[in-house]
């Protein structure tokens, strides 16, 4: 079994809030978790969980209010320790008066390198992010996508052993969330340990080796993808063409929903064959069938509503 | 580990370099310069004495508005706008950072005014005057304004460390004014018949920079010497100073949280 990388012991963050009278809102609370070296894990939760701070207190952005952190046995007040970590930040934003190739040699300034290696280096990652073209142009004129690429190379361009990348697909096309998604699956097979936050599901099946939910600032469970969602299969879903003139047979016409020419319905597991049968009997070309699985929405809300019953059976027993 | 503050520095420079604001500004001194020339030109024998005085006072001048300016949003904009999250992940210690910035700006003025320096000359040749002796009290008082400055700039970095660049430029203005006028504030205090009041005019006295040694510009224009003696207690007085108040500086950023 792989040694962990990271290691989390309640970490919890308490922000002041109130001008006058001051109170103390909890952003996250006994966070506790380990990371395996190697692997990739995912960090889901809804916007306001707490993702972000988790983050921001292991790179020493914030200070925790309790508890300790520690990422390849170093704790995370280390100075020295920053220099195996890379860390894109949520919508990035830099030094928009400097070229993309100044700014990943301003960052390169930061490790060890000579002036060779080091602009080596930058010319590498520029072109492993898909901007050996735009290198000698000002972040100012770069788009979203392309910012979320540079924010990606300065982040990996020193070799760190553990990414941790806040939502790194936020903002992307479908071109550049895939260019993302290789490059973290990339950093796996070189060996390193990929952390990263998301809200949207679908990533985080692709990639993580395991999945960490956390939900109101509290940490719901840890599990790999398939655990986590395989027994939420609520129905299948099934896409088709019908030919020219053919009516949908009646029984079905109630669920379908039509769009350009296709049907979509829903079925749960156990009408599917039956409603194949109906598609079969009106010559119907079926173009897709796949599990539907809840939304990371509804999959939230689930976790939010049971954290709240939780909360509010807890006050009803204080009373 | 030095190289860190030094990578910040140039970064910082090449920041104020690249902002056509600082272009206007030494735009506008160089205009100030010139225009001594024609107030110099109707100053029927004291031309060299009002191109001095207007000169080294356009000097430091713009150096002022850029210290106060460009110094209070050194942090506050990195903050802001989020750059500093990924500067900070890096293997980089926060007064390695503060001191990077301080020393960027700084390099920034001295740049800035050895640009209007050599306009300044620029000026004093085209009326003809040839350079004397005299001449070397104009290079004192531009050296002090330096010095000046790199007090301005500390003071202007400690406030941005945890405060609007808004609140930041009302909280330097307010210590400089106080420092052009921290002798009469003194001697306000020791001619009122309050104890509390002179105790209090004493404290201000002492807390804040005392900048009016600092200005010889009067003494350049009239070519008078500056005792020598004047130029080492400016220097060390700065140099503690400085070291003091960023000192402070990193004590407050040091436990702020970056939200």
Known sequence: ?319 | MNALPGAVAINTFREAVRDRVLYNLIFFALLMIGASILVGQISIGIDRMVIVNLGLSAISLIGLVMAIFIGVSLVSKEIEKRTLYSLLARPIHRWQFLAGKYAGLLLTLVVNTAFMTVGLAGALFYVGRPFVRGDLTILIAIYFILLELALVTAISLFFSCYSSPMLSTLFTVGVFITGVFAQDIRQAGDLSKSAAVEFITRVIYYLVPNFHNFNVIAAAAHGEAVPFGLVWQNTLYTAIYVVLVLLGATAIFSGRDLK
């Open chain 1, 1 to 319: 079994m792989a040694a962990a990388i990271i290691e989390i012991e309640g970490l919890t963050k308490d922000y002041p809030s109130g001008f006058w009278r001051k109170r103390w809102k909890r952003s996250l609370d006994q966070l506790t978790l380990q990371v395996k070296d190697g692997e990739i894990f995912g960090f889901l939760g809804p916007n306001g969980a707490g993702k972000t701070t988790t983050l921001k207190l292991l790179m020493g952005l914030i200070f925790p209010t309790s508890g300790t952190a520690r990422i390849r046995g170093r704790s995370i007040e280390d100075v020295a320790m920053h220099g195996e970590i890379g860390y894109l930040p949520e919508h990035p934003y830099f030094y928009d008066y400097l070229t993309a190739r100044e700014l990943l040699d301003y960052y390169a300034r930061f490790s060890d390198y000579g002036a060779a290696e080091r602009n080596a280096r930058v010319e590498t990652f520029l072109k492993r992010v898909g901007l050996a073209s735009a290198g000698n142009v000002q972040l100012r004129k770069f788009s979203k996508g392309m910012l979320q690429r540079v924010g990606i190379a300065q982040a990996i361009l020193h070799d760190p052993k553990v990414v941790f990348l806040d939502e790194p697909m936020s903002g992307l096309d479908p071109v550049g969330r895939r260019e993302v998604r290789d490059i973290i699956l990339e950093l796996k097979q070189q060996g390193k340990t990929v952390f990263f936050s998301t809200h949207i599901l679908s990533d985080a099946e692709m990639l993580c080796d395991r999945v960490g939910v956390l939900v109101g600032g509290k940490l719901q469970g840890v599990g790999s993808p398939r655990e986590m969602v395989d027994v939420e299969v609520q129905s299948m879903e099934i896409i088709f063409e019908l030919p020219k003139d053919r009516p949908l047979p009646s029984r079905l016409s109630d669920q379908a929903k039509e769009a350009g020419g296709r049907y979509r319905i829903a079925v749960s597991e156990a009408e599917v064959y039956a409603a194949i049968e109906q598609l079969r009997g009106c010559d119907a070309r079926i173009l897709s069938m796949a599990p539907v699985r809840p939304t990371l929405e509804d999959y939230f809300i689930r976790l939010v509503g049971r954290e709240r019953a939780a909360t509010h059976e807890q006050e009803e027993v204080l009373r």
